[in-house]
């Protein structure tokens, strides 16, 4: 019940407008799941899905089979409180308050809702999020015959069949296990594939020749089996092929927008970075093969799109040329145990929050420059700029400084502590932050 309660807090109302507590048909047991229906009396598609969700919530809220679903909550986006009560006249579930606008944004922020109407399934227990495309579950599957849509293991989807080599068909297990990989998403109809596929290839045959532990799976958003046999006669590695259901499984999997796309994963499956086009094209011979990933970096603009996945540590050299000559050494330690803690934590009831580490080399930059000028506008006017430290959290929207306001730079030097301190304090909650939307 503790999930409920962080998620829809102790209060929510049904459709009679009165109060009630949500654990009232509640019960414990690891198959209890919790809907959260995000949608508006305003928006045409939502009222087309909710008789839809009605009928199948009816139907599956008590269930022989042990999947009971808790409930459904409907998070409002109506424009006003007399819309919100008229909508939810069509609801057989209870709501989170309307005016509780700050849950509602908060909701709407660790679900990542881009769009109404979103359903999404969590477990009941612990919260843990079992899929975000519900909508989708309960269009394509009305009789629930795979509620709740658990998702399926990335190892079943892509050792699960054959893949093509050529005009043959081979085992994926066979092939795959236990080597690194890299699933390059693309299409013969897409310009900047065609353009980026013969850097690849160039990667993909040194490494071929050089005995290395690679392959590379191609998944096809091809729109004919023509085209698609026209593309794949033009590389060396597999594919998944043409129409095969593992193709939208795996896209959904990793969440792919976009193509090209390569990811990299390593021997065991673990993603070793969503982002193996600019890593390929750094290192167009794969004299870096196998890539691991970096547990710091260097900011740029060429990577400040990591800056919106997960919170991130930034140090702020301002050009000290010694600071930056030590700043691998001050950060990788630190670095490396968060990386190392945080992977084995993730099959643990408390798993740690994710951290990338970065500072500013000897060049500035644009995003640099943007980022320091946001996070330290309030800092001290007049007082000469030094060695500074930020934790940034885009995705919860804030931000804490660690400042060094001093006219003598040897005052306060980073040192190692300074930033284990910061680390420890983001992980333990203590931190003080600053909203971003100021």
């Known amino acids: 019940m503790s999930a409920i309660r962080e998620l829809v807090g102790n209060v929510v109302v049904d459709k009679d407008g009165n109060d009630r507590s949500p654990f009232v048909r509640s019960k414990s ?65 209870p709501a989170l308050p309307f005016a509780d606008r700050e849950r509602k944004a908060k909701l709407s922020k660790r679900f990542h809702i881009q769009g109404i109407p979103a359903l999404i399934f969590v477990n009941a227990d612990t919260g843990d999020l079992i899929t975000d495309n519900g909508r989708e579950s309960v269009i394509a599957d009305p009789d629930g015959k795979n509620f709740p849509w658990y998702p399926e293991p990335l190892t079943q989807i892509l050792y699960g069949g054959v893949l093509l080599k050529g005009n043959a068909q081979i085992n994926a297990h066979d092939t795959l296990h236990n080597k690194v990989k890299g699933l390059f998403f693309s299409a013969h109809w897409c310009p900047p594939c065609r353009v980026f596929m013969p850097d690849l290839i160039n990667v993909y045959e040194n490494l071929q020749n050089a005995g290395q532990n690679f392959e590379v799976i191609y998944v096809s958003s091809d729109r004919s089996p023509e085209t698609f046999s026209e593309y794949f006669e033009q590389m060396p590695w597999l594919a998944f092929p043409y129409g095969d259901p593992r193709i939208a499984k795996i896209t959904k999997h990793f969440n792919v927008k976009g ?26 011979d794969g004299n870096n ?10 900011l740029s603009e060429s990577n400040a799109n990591h800056l919106n996945d997960a919170a991130c540590l930034i140090l702020f050299t301002d050009g000290n040329v010694d600071l930056i000559a030590s700043a691998p050494k001050l950060l990788l330690n630190i670095a490396q145990r968060h990386c190392d803690d945080q992977k084995s934590s993730r099959t643990t009831d408390n798993p740690l929050p994710e951290l990338h580490f970065f500072y500013a080399g000897s060049e500035s930059s644009e995003v640099t420059d943007q980022l320091r000028a946001f996070v330290f506008a309030d800092s001290t006017p007049g007082v000469p700029l030094h060695p500074r430290l930020a934790l940034l959290d885009i995705p919860e929207q804030r931000y804490h400084a660690v400042l060094w306001d001093s006219d003598d730079p040897s005052v306060d030097p980073v040192h190692e502590s300074t930033v284990q301190r910061l680390v420890d304090d983001f992980k333990s909650g203590k931190l003080r932050y600053v909203s971003l939307q100021r």
């Open 259 to 284: 193509i090209p796309t390569l990811l990299l994963l390593d021997e065991n499956d673990e993603l070793i970075t969503p982002d193996g086009r600019t890593v390929i094209s750094k290192d167009r």
């Open 289 to 298: 093969f196998p890539w691991p990933t970096p547990v710091f970096e260097v």
């Open 29 to 93: 047991g690891e198959n209890r799941v919790l809907g959260l229906y995000f949608s508006a009396h305003w928006c045409p598609p939502c009222r087309d899905f909710t008789p839809i969700l009605a009928k199948f919530y009816e139907k599956f809220r008590l269930s022989e089979s042990g999947h009971e679903l808790v409930d459904i909550f409907y998070i409002s986006s109506d424009r006003d409180e007399r819309s919100f009560n008229s909508y939810m006249k069509e609801m057989p579930w």
